[in-house]
Structures are given as C-alpha cells and as structure tokens.
C-alpha cells in the first residue's frame, strides 16, 4: 500500500504514469468513470481549501467512488474535543478506502499515514509540502513547454511558507537542466532544509535574488506565490512584505514570447487580473489539471491498495534508515510547527541519508544529536 506524502514518493516513471493517464483522462472521460466504482474517499481538511478539496471530491465521483467530507475539521470534528490526528485517522480508516487530509500541522499526512490502514494524501501539511500541487504543476509545465529539462524557472514569492514551492523544488530535482531563480524577500528565503535535503545533493542549479525585473526575461516559466499571511507569527512583518513581488502588464512586456506564467492560487494580488488575458497565463489551466491528475492519483493508489493491502510505504520514513526505535524515542523535534511537538503521543521518527545527519520524518528539520 503506497501513500503520497511527499512528492518524491514518486519516482520519475511514476509521475510520468500519472501524467500519461491524466492526458488520457482528459481525452476519454468516459473510460474512466467506473474505474472506483464502490470505493470511498474522505476528505479531511482542517484548513481552508476551494482547489485541493474540491478537485479530489470531483475526481472521485468523476471515478464512480463515493465521497465523505469534513470541510472544517478544525471546529466541527471531534479534534475540537481533543482527538488526535493519528486517532482521526485509525477512525476514518474504518469508513473509507482512501484519505486526503490538509492540515496546519508539518507532517500531520505522514502521522495519518503511520497508524491509519488505507493509503493516504497529503493535501498540504502547514508550510513543508503539497504534492498533488505539485502533480497539476508537472502536467501544467509538460503540456505547456513540451519538456520537463532544459527549463529555466523563476520562483517568485513566498519560498519559506510557501508549500507548493518545496514540493516542487523537490520535484525537479528528478530532471535535468533545470536552472532555478529563486525570488523572494531575505526573510521569506527557500528554508535551508530544502537546500540541504534536495538542492545540494543533486547538484541542482539556482541563484537567489531579490528582484522579478532583473530576471523575468531569462525565464521559462514563472512561478508567482502568495505571501502566506497565515503563517505569519508578527502581523507586521506580513504587512510589510504582503507586496514584494506584483506581476503586472508592464513587467510581462519583459518576459519571452514562449514563457508560461504559474500560480498555485488563490492569489491575492501578486498577479494583476490584466495578466489573465495574456495567452501566456496558465493558472486556470492548472487548476484543471490538478483534478485529472488527482483523478490518475486516486486510481493509482487504489490499484496499489489492491494489490497489497498491508505493506506500508510512508515517505521520508520509508525512504531513509531510521533511528532504532528505543533511540528515538528519546529525542523530540524542537521545530513548533510539526505534528510530533503539538502531539506528543505521535510516534518520534528520525532519519539518516549518510548515517550522521539525523532529520525528523515529519517536518524534515535537522536534529541534533549528542
Ligand atoms: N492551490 C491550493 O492548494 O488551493 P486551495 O488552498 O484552494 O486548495
């Protein structure tokens, strides 16, 4: 049984696969809309969500399946009683053959995903990832540029609280000849984990800057963010930055003929609605292909689930050595925002890639060790 916790739970054949039957989907709805007849999807989220929670309730009635949601969890579940996600998600195991949760909380999917028995999605787990994004950018920048290498790919906005953006970074990091201009405020720079966990060891391109006008004609594809407001701990500082980087019809003058303009929305105002017009905007094109990648998604795990219903793949923690158990649980991620810290019963997993760096499973921050 397979989950998608992370992006690169997904080899480069099998976000390939998925892209294939997405194109397929598209092409022939009607092959597909039996394909999970009799099987649930729940839908959890305890954060707002139009795109992510809509698209995968649409791919699966689109599936034959049937859905069950709780659109708020935060405040009409019983987490408001108290219970944990890794008791939601033993419970929520019962009544549905596949889960997609979002939640505020780093590493919240892969908590779900260690002690609930069906596979399960991350649909965005605080500020560390969202990998069905991810699924609809892919399919975005293929249909759209013909190719996945030899790209280079301007990242503008929000790269520390943006989630969309560490998994797609995490992504390209499985093709080559991507060169990454990573655009941001010093204070909302990509997070040092990203660097050190994908950037470094595959030798990947990047230069950060400070400015959208400097590079804008360089790129192939520009990837505009929000400033993610509700990540923010001092007001403040969000209304300072909330206007860094704003891509309007003056600034698209500058940028190739052949450039596409991405956007994982909801955007606020870092793209002018003018730019809507301008064939090179393809937002609303990813919004569509998020639903016929989650369609493929969704198949595929079932498929999996099908095939073997017992053995577990849970991202970091399948990918890496562990630190033996009893070790572990001596030891406690310090970083506030990650599931193990506001839920202590949520089992401690560290991992290693080269035996002396440990990171925890959840949120991927460097632990320490003596
Ligand atoms: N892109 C995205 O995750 O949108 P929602 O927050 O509306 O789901």
């Known amino acids: 049984m397979k989950s998608l916790l992370d992006i690169l739970d997904l080899d480069r054949k099998e976000l390939q696969q998925l892209i294939d039957t997405a194109s397929d989907i598209r092409k022939f709805p009607g092959k597909y809309s039996h394909a999970c007849d009799g099987k649930i999807l729940a839908t959890l989220f305890y954060e707002p969500s139009t795109r992510t929670r809509m698209s995968f309730e649409s791919a699966m009635l689109s599936l034959g399946g049937g859905v069950i949601s709780m659109a708020d969890a935060e405040s009409s579940s019983s987490a408001k009683k108290g219970e944990t996600v890794i008791d939601t998600a033993r419970v929520i195991s019962c009544y549905a053959d596949i889960i997609a949760i979002r939640h505020s909380k780093e590493g919240a999917a892969l908590a779900a995903a260690d002690k609930g028995t069906v596979p399960v999605i991350n649909a965005g787990d605080g500020g560390h990832g969202h990998p069905t994004q991810t699924l609809a950018d892919l399919m975005t920048i293929c249909t759209e540029k013909g190719r996945m290498e030899d790209l280079t790919i301007g990242v503008a906005g929000d790269l520390k609280y ?3 953006v560490h998994s797609l970074i995490s992504a390209f990091s499985l093709y080559s000849g991507i060169k990454l201009v990573l655009i941001s405020p010093e204070e909302l720079s990509l997070p040092r984990y990203v660097i050190d ?9 990047y230069i950060e800057s400070r400015s959208l006008e400097e590079h804008i004609g360089d790129l192939d594809v520009i990837y505009m963010t929000r400033i993610q407001q509700e990540r923010f701990e001092d007001p403040t500082a969000y209304g300072r930055l909330k206007d860094s980087f704003i891509l ?3 600034l698209m003058a500058s940028a190739k003929d052949d450039c596409i303009v991405m956007h994982p929305l909801p955007r606020v105002n870092e793209i002018a609605p003018e730019v809507d017009e301008d064939k090179r905007a393809c937002y609303f094109k990813q919004v569509a292909n ?3 990648m989650r369609m493929a998604l969704i198949k595929m795990l079932l498929e999996e689930a099908q095939k073997d219903p017992i053995g577990k793949e849970i991202g970091l ?3 890496a050595a562990r630190l033996p158990e009893p070790e572990a649980k001596k030891h406690r991620c310090k970083n506030e925002r990650c599931i193990t810290y506001s839920e202590p019963s949520t089992e401690p997993i560290f991992v290693t890639e080269d035996g002396r760096h440990y990171r925890c499973a959840y949120c991927e921050r460097t632990l320490a060790l003596k």
């Open 290 to 292: 998020g639903r016929s």
């Open 162 to 164: 943006g989630r969309t």
């Open 197 to 205: 966990s994908v950037v470094t060891p595959n030798h990947m391109e």
């Open 248 to 250: 309007n019809g003056a």
């Open 317 to 319: 923690a399948s990918r």
